[in-house]
Antibody, heavy 121, light 106 residues
Framework: EVQLVESGGGLVQPGRSLKLSCVASGFTFSNYGMNWIRQAPGKGLEWVAYISSGSSYIYYAETVKGRFTISRDNAKNTLYLQMTSLRSEDTALYYC??????????????WGQGTLVTVSS | DIQMTQSPSFLSASVGDRVTINCKASQNINKYLDWYQQKHGEAPKLLIYNTNNLQTGIPSRFSGSGSGTDYTLTISSLQPEDVATYFCLQHSSRYTFGAGTKLELK
């Protein structure tokens, strides 16, 4: 069974940093590109970042470019999101998501339960 | 960046109704569009990928269509368990979600 378990969220002051993790199991993690997607309280979904299976390709939403860094450790089956210079508008539930097929970048078929990041003084 | 305009924002329908939700892209997205269902307190669930491919385990009352800039999710006969918020997602160029459609029972 595919499982994605996020952690690392919490309350953080504006301007500070936080690092999220997503531990994957039930599939060959190193074969799949992975994504971070967030959802502000009561709001819609926003794609945040993508990393290819071997970390060769990395893309960010304009809203986080230069502040967030996506990375992965295939030996540990873990996806990361390093967030710096946090702002109140970064407050959201952060999901990691896996595509349907190893060769696709679409169809987010598997999601974690999310980890909540609250940016407030 | 590609913008996605989803409509309506809110929809009230009766059990058995045919329901349609629309997404319009700011440019041609070549059918690179998915649909997701999100129930309260849950992670989104993939319903349809690449415009009209039904994800495994999703009831056949859900279908998708469209091309170019205009796409539609159709629920042929609304069931009580379909109450949820629905999002489209373009993946032609990076990723952009629509703002969502909240579907409730009348």
């Amino acid at each position: 069974e595919v499982q994605l378990v996020e952690s690392g969220g919490g309350l953080v002051q504006p301007g500070r940093s936080l690092k999220l993790s997503c531990v994957a199991s039930g599939f060959t993690f190193s074969n799949y590109g992975m994504n971070w997607i967030r959802q502000a309280p009561g709001k819609g979904l926003e794609w945040v970042a993508y990393i290819s299976s071997g970390s060769s390709y990395i893309y960010y939403a304009e809203t986080v470019k230069g502040r967030f860094t996506i990375s992965r450790d295939n030996a540990k089956n873990t996806l990361y999101l390093q967030m710096t210079s946090l702002r109140s508008e970064d407050t959201a539930l952060y999901y990691c998501a896996r595509p349907l097929y190893y060769y696709s970048s679409y169809g987010f078929a598997y999601w974690g339960q999310g980890t909540l990041v609250t940016v407030s003084s | 960046d590609i913008q996605m305009t989803q409509s309506p924002s809110f929809l009230s329908a009766s059990v058995g109704d045919r329901v349609t939700i629309n997404c319009k892209a700011s440019q041609n997205i070549n059918k690179y569009l998915d649909w997701y269902q999100q129930k309260h307190g849950e992670a989104p669930k993939l319903l349809i990928y690449n415009t009209n491919n039904l994800q495994t385990g999703i009831p056949s009352r859900f279908s998708g269509s469209g091309s170019g800039t205009d796409y539609t999710l159709t629920i042929s006969s609304l069931q009580p368990e379909d109450v949820a918020t629905y999002f489209c997602l373009q993946h032609s160029s990076r990723y952009t979600f629509g703002a969502g459609t909240k579907l409730e029972l009348k």
